[in-house]
């Protein structure tokens, strides 16, 4: 990766300690050629940022069962340390309403194990925190080993099906797991199904006030923006809420569940005091956070990086993530990646670089130092609609519908991830996904497509698919037949078995049989041996077979296994022509 897709030119002469620390911290690259023309318009950027990640910080906070100071902690962390590791202008790193969903879920399940809960199953709030904490620092150390063994890759594993059936189904995991707060009623037990029956059922006990707030403040989340695209909605909602709570002492006269007194300042390191075992534990849930999480942060950074032509390098990116998650671990916040929503809107207040990040960040730490105060009697009712705002185009976008009409088969797939979420838990739904996706490419390319190839007329070396293209001309007395695909353990005795039927088939019977094997790259010894056995049977009922476009990493292989058929070159030729001509000059009298 060059020095200018991290983010700026290395200068020339720089030695090459200087050059590697440019490489591994980005911003050592583009600050110094940075445009200061671009100030005014990252400053802007970095304002309206501030205006929307606070408020979905606090409420991101709820979502993972932690107070709303985590969430600041969070951008503390990941605004400045995105700024100075990562490789994209445009992406801004922080807690995400996927990454809270995941945290909670995980921590849940964390301490089903321990002897934390009480009778009811309620957990003390200091441990619960200190096992979220120690859960976003295993997160990070799963990060760095994954940047460590530069594992950028690793996001194709989830296909779009799956992660758009997954993250459909967090939307409304979330958008559920609010309306306790939003209606003034206690949380139920279950999965989001039996949540939302609960919710339904305790309706008539709901708080008129709580909901009324609530209500009011989802409506102006969703008006306002219509007013004015440019408009800090979420802060606007925020300080009108907090003003009327105080004014009509919401809490005192009509009991509506509020923040409370925030911690005020910055906070501080700390090692989270969880045992050993519950850190290697966290490991594998940990795994299944980097997949979404980094999916969808290094998708958002792709997509931006295309549209205003520079690029991004996935495997520092996972070493920026690495780096941030560690730090938002030992700060008590919460997992951070980057997300489309506030992303978008930075790229579209105009940001140029990491310095609206940089913006956006000291504004953060303003409002730590001094603000915190004014969120004392903030109603919960509006953080739910914050997130139950912030979700809602998830569930209104119709991604599986979409889908359903671009890829039938593989709907199922983002379906069983929906309901996977939806009736057992956020990491499970992702699992089951992955895993049904997974077994479909395994069935497909145990099942490859054998072709038997033809001359294209008005050609003399073009062959093509005679199934597909009728109209070429078969070679008479000659198979020739191709893979459409890698030939391997998992599908070999198949191919075996299709060219044996092909072969009977062939009326009159071949008297050669040329393989194409073009698309053969590597050969393992479960093929090498089922294509021995049909190249035995083969030669007993007097078939010559010969072999062409051998890659020569498969000659390699087929020279150390005594297999001799591929090794030889009186038996293999560069081209399927020139193998033709040969099966055709030994046929003639």
């Not at 910055?266 to 290697?280: I, K």
């Not at 087929?558 to 020139?578: C, L, N, Q």
Request: proline letters at 7%; charged letters at 15%; zero cysteines.
């Amino acid at each position: 990766m060059s020095g200018a897709a991290r983010g700026g030119p290395v200068p020339p002469g720089a030695t090459p300690r200087a050059a590697g620390l440019r490489r591994h911290v980005p911003i050592l690259a583009w600050l110094p050629g940075y445009d200061r023309s671009w100030l005014t318009l990252d400053v802007i950027a970095g304002l309206t940022l501030w205006g929307l990640v606070v408020p979905e910080a606090m409420a991101y906070a709820g979502i993972a069962g932690l107070p709303p100071q985590a969430g600041l902690y969070t951008l503390v962390v990941s605004l400045l340390l995105y700024a100075v590791l990562g490789t994209s202008r445009h992406l801004s790193v922080g807690p995400t309403s996927a990454t809270a969903a995941l945290l909670a879920s995980s921590v849940a399940t964390a301490l089903v194990a321990t002897a934390a809960a009480d009778a009811t199953g309620a957990v003390d709030p200091g441990t619960y925190a200190a096992y979220a904490a120690a859960f976003v620092l295993v997160t990070g150390g799963v990060f760095l080993v994954a940047g460590i063994a530069r594992l950028g890759f690793i996001t194709q594993f989830l296909s779009r099906p799956v992660m758009d059936g997954f993250v459909v189904g967090l939307a409304i995991y979330v958008a559920v797991g609010q309306l306790n707060k939003l209606f003034g009623v206690p949380k139920p037990d279950g999965n989001t199904i039996q949540r939302l029956i609960g919710i339904i059922g305790e309706l008539p006990e709901a708080n008129i006030a709580t909901f009324a707030i609530g209500a009011a403040a989802l409506a102006a989340l969703f008006v306002l923006p219509r007013l004015s695209a440019r408009m800090p909605a979420g802060l606007i909602v925020l300080f009108a809420t907090i003003l009327v709570s105080a004014a009509l002492d919401l809490s005192g006269r009509y009991g509506v569940a509020i923040v409370g007194t925030l911690p005020q300042g910055l906070p501080l390191p700390s090692v989270p005091d969880v045992p050993v075992e519950d850190y290697l534990a966290m490991v594998l849930p940990a795994i299944g956070v980097l997949l979404v999480a980094f999916s969808e942060a290094l998708g958002v950074a792709h997509e931006f990086a295309d549209r205003h032509g520079y690029e991004v390098d996935a495997d520092q990116e996972l070493d920026a993530h690495a780096v941030v998650n560690v730090a938002s671990g030992f700060f008590g916040g919460m997992i951070a990646a980057g997300g489309m929503s506030s992303s978008a809107v930075k790229e579209g207040a105009g940001a140029r670089s990491q310095v609206a990040n940089l913006v956006t960040w000291a504004a953060t730490v303003v409002t730590l130092l001094f603000l915190t105060p004014i969120f004392t009697t903030l109603p919960e009712a509006v953080l739910a609609a914050l997130i139950i705002h912030a979700v809602w185009h998830i569930i209104a976008s119709r991604k599986l519908r979409l889908i359903r009409h671009e890829a039938p088969a593989e709907v199922w797939f983002g379906v069983l991830s929906l309901l996977g979420v939806l009736l057992i838990d956020v990491l499970q739904g992702m699992m089951i996904g992955l895993l049904a996706s997974l077994a479909f490419v395994a069935y497909r390319s145990s099942r490859p497509h054998v072709s038997t190839l033809g001359r294209v007329p008005g050609t003399t070396d073009a062959y093509s698919d005679l199934g597909r293209h009728p109209e070429d001309v078969p070679v008479p007395g000659v198979l020739i037949i191709r893979v459409d695909g890698p030939l391997y353990y998992a599908n070999a005795l198949t191919v075996r078995d299709r060219v044996r039927a092909m072969v009977d088939a062939s009326t009159p019977p071949p008297r050669a049989v040329i393989f194409d094997a073009a698309a053969q790259d590597d050969l393992d010894l479960t093929s090498a041996d089922a294509m021995r056995s049909l190249l035995r049977e083969l030669a007993g009922r007097g078939i010559e077979v010969v072999f062409a476009g051998v890659h020569a990493p498969v000659v390699e292989r087929a020279r150390a296994m005594g297999f001799r058929e591929i090794a030889g070159p009186d038996r293999v030729f560069p081209t399927v022509e020139a193998a033709v001509r040969y099966v055709e000059d030994r046929g003639q009298p």
